[in-house]
């Protein structure tokens, strides 16, 4: 019996893992053959964007604040006080803006994308799409996965600079130390390839939340339960895969530009 | 085994609109639809009937290929659809309306965004869709929706509401599925009303799936008075020819033909239907 359930679920785990690898790939094509639905990229980017904006600032000001509290801790027991910048502005571009602003924004986004796509299914309103003759892969899922990639990588920046600015915060008003010395720090630590690496990986993380939100939103079934149900997997799978992926290319980024 | 009366067959010049040979599909499970086969002619009103669950929303998506078949195959405007990727199901599938139970109306759009929904995808000049719009509201009587959104209207309006984004673009075929399906009888008759009109006005084929035999029968026995703008009934013992029935029982097609054979059918399945 036990081996029974293990082989469905096996079974079950393979065919998802087929389904959005052609889900996935369709979309993908999606973005660079014509028709482009643009007003609906317009109208998914100030969701996701604008929307997203004030979640981005205050996590980002909090994780920034808190990196500097803890570093600064550990590191004036080494009498290093004075590279606390340098520790938060590399380890909010290279790690934790991206995933972090890859994870508030899968939160909020991938759950929205699965329960407005998850009820337009069990509404039939997709059905009804399509029997208009619109494709709904173009007109829902591209534009979302499109606008995602181009909005994340803007709300990282944006992550960035407030982490920064919270370490500096707290640095100069809790911690008491220089602010000129800790902004001056935060710049001269930062290289090009550090950049390119905080910069590269929200493109990935953007591709995977909106992929997943509306690979789940689209197969939903079982009614208003069924669109739960896909919310949820929608956001626990973003999170998961947002961090494993962080940690492949992490990999393969330090493989190209390799610590100095 | 179908009773077929020989009325279905599809014009010999034109062939038939839409056409389903040996058709079969399952989920899961049994099958839910059994080696169908009827067709569609020009001009022609087909009502399925069928008590709830027996596959005819199924094969209305069959139809235009919003469903795939496991066996057989569906012929629609002459082309066979079951095999056709969907990149090419989508230009077959705007010369058909489809209205579906619930109406399925987008709830983000307003009326006209709704009924204009291809119009607008065609890039047509936003005058024009305004125009097309109100007429095609007007048919449906609700032009005073124009501005709403789907959330502030009744059951029925919606079902209206569908019905003018079906036919808005004037479709080579009308699929409805169960437009009465959960309206009282007086919004029923009124959907009824409005099918009658479009197949008398405007003389779409269409296939019409429905549980509700007093439906089926007034579709049947009634015409579109467009002296008075509204349905009277035909002179006793007459029925529209060009309306015919199909009926399903457990996936499988059992009945096929007129409105006078499905009330003298032996078959005991359709006598406990008519009951």
Request: hydrophobic share 45%; proline share 5%.
């Given at each position: ?6 082989e469905?679920h ?5 065919l ?6 052609i ?9 660079f053959?014509p028709p ?5 990229f317009?109208v998914?980017a100030d969701i996701?964007?604008?929307g997203?904006?004030?979640i981005?600032?205050l ?10 509290l ?7 027991a ?7 910048g340098?520790?938060v502005?590399?380890t909010m571009i290279?790690e934790l803006g991206?995933?972090l602003?890859?994870v508030m ?12 796509l ?12 399509r029997a208009?003759g619109?494709?709904?892969m173009r ?5 979302r996965i499109?606008?995602t990639i181009?909005m994340?990588f803007?709300l990282?920046i944006v992550?960035?600079?407030c982490?920064i600015?919270?370490g500096g915060?707290?640095?100069v008003?809790m ?7 800790y902004?001056?720090?935060a710049?001269?630590?930062?290289r090009y390839p550090?950049?390119i690496?905080g910069?590269?990986k929200?493109l990935?993380?953007?591709y995977?939340?909106?992929s997943?939100?509306?690979?789940y939103?689209?197969?939903t079934t079982?009614?208003?339960?069924g669109?739960?149900r ?6 626990v799978w973003a999170?998961?895969l947002?961090i494993?992926?962080d940690?492949?290319?992490t ?10 | 085994m179908?009773?077929n009366s020989g ?7 034109t062939?038939?609109v839409l056409a ?6 399952a989920?899961d499970?049994p ?6 086969t009827f ?17 005819k929303?199924?094969?209305?998506k069959l ?7 496991d066996?057989g ?11 056709l990727?969907e ?5 077959l599938?705007?010369?058909?309306g489809?209205?579906f139970?619930?109406?399925a109306?987008f709830?983000?759009l307003?009326?006209?965004?709704n009924?204009?929904f291809?119009?607008?995808q ?5 005058e024009?869709i305004?125009?097309?719009?109100r007429?095609a509201?007007?048919f449906v009587?609700l ?7 789907p959330a502030?209207l009744?059951?029925?309006m919606?079902r209206?509401?569908?019905i003018a ?5 004037q479709?080579e075929?009308l699929?409805?599925?169960s437009?009465t399906?959960g309206?009282?009888?007086l919004?029923?008759?009124?959907i ?9 006005v405007?003389h779409?084929?269409s296939?019409?799936?429905?549980h509700r035999?007093?439906d ?5 026995t009634?015409?579109?008075?467009p002296?008075h703008?509204h349905m009277?009934?035909l002179p ?5 020819a060009?309306?015919t ?12 033909g007129s409105?006078?054979?499905?009330v003298?059918s032996?078959?005991?399945?359709v ?5």
């Amino acid at each position: 019996m036990a081996i029974i359930m293990i082989e469905k679920h096996a079974k079950n785990l393979i065919l998802t893992v087929q389904d959005y690898s052609i889900f996935s790939w369709r979309a993908f094509m999606n973005l660079f053959r014509p028709p482009i639905y643009w007003p609906e990229f317009l109208v998914q980017a100030d969701i996701i964007g604008v929307g997203s904006l004030s979640i981005v600032v205050l996590s980002g000001l909090s994780t920034g604040g808190v990196l500097a509290l803890q570093s600064a801790a550990t590191l004036s027991a080494f009498g290093a006080t004075a590279i606390t910048g340098q520790f938060v502005s590399l380890t909010m571009i290279r790690e934790l803006g991206p995933v972090l602003t890859g994870v508030m924004v899968s939160g909020r986004n991938a759950s929205s994308m699965a329960s407005e796509l998850g009820s337009m299914v069990v509404t039939e309103q997709i059905d009804a799409m399509r029997a208009l003759g619109v494709d709904p892969m173009r007109k829902l899922v591209t534009p979302r996965i499109f606008a995602t990639i181009a909005m994340l990588f803007f709300l990282t920046i944006v992550a960035n600079a407030c982490g920064i600015a919270g370490g500096g915060l707290v640095t100069v008003f809790m911690n008491h130390q220089d602010g000129v010395q800790y902004f001056s720090k935060a710049w001269e630590a930062l290289r090009y390839p550090d950049i390119i690496q905080g910069l590269v990986k929200p493109l990935f993380f953007g591709y995977i939340l909106s992929s997943i939100g509306c690979f789940y939103g689209m197969r939903t079934t079982g009614g208003t339960e069924g669109v739960g149900r896909s919310t949820i997997q929608a956001v626990v799978w973003a999170s998961v895969l947002i961090i494993f992926v962080d940690f492949l290319l992490t990999q393969v980024l330090l493989t190209f530009f390799p610590p100095l | 085994m179908i009773e077929n009366s020989g009325q279905s067959e599809p014009d010999a010049t034109t062939g038939p609109v839409l056409a389903f040979h040996n058709v079969s599909i399952a989920f899961d499970g049994p099958p839910v639809l059994e080696d169908v086969t009827f067709s569609v002619a020009p001009g022609e009103t087909r009502i399925l009937l069928g008590p709830a669950g027996v596959g005819k929303s199924v094969l209305l998506k069959l139809a235009n290929g919003l469903l795939r078949p496991d066996q057989g195959s569906v012929e629609l405007f002459g082309e066979e659809i079951a095999s056709l990727p969907e990149e090419q199901l989508f230009p077959l599938r705007t010369r058909t309306g489809m209205v579906f139970q619930e109406g399925a109306l987008f709830d983000s759009l307003t009326v006209r965004d709704n009924v204009a929904f291809q119009l607008i995808q065609e890039r047509v000049p936003d005058e024009e869709i305004d125009r097309r719009v109100r007429d095609a509201l007007s048919f449906v009587e609700l032009e005073e929706t124009f501005d709403l959104y789907p959330a502030s209207l009744s059951g029925g309006m919606r079902r209206r509401v569908a019905i003018a984004r079906a036919f808005i673009r004037q479709p080579e075929l009308l699929l409805y599925d169960s437009p009465t399906g959960g309206l009282d009888p007086l919004t029923s008759t009124t959907i009824i009303e409005l099918i009658v009109k479009e197949r008398d006005v405007y003389h779409t084929p269409s296939l019409l799936v429905t549980h509700r035999i007093q439906d089926a029968i007034l579709l049947c026995t009634h015409r579109f008075d467009p002296a008075h703008g509204h349905m009277i009934p035909l002179p006793q013992g007459e029925t529209d020819a060009g309306t015919t029935f199909l009926m399903l029982e457990e996936g499988r097609l059992i009945f096929d033909g007129s409105l006078h054979e499905l009330v003298k059918s032996t078959n005991p399945f359709v006598r406990e239907f008519l009951l």
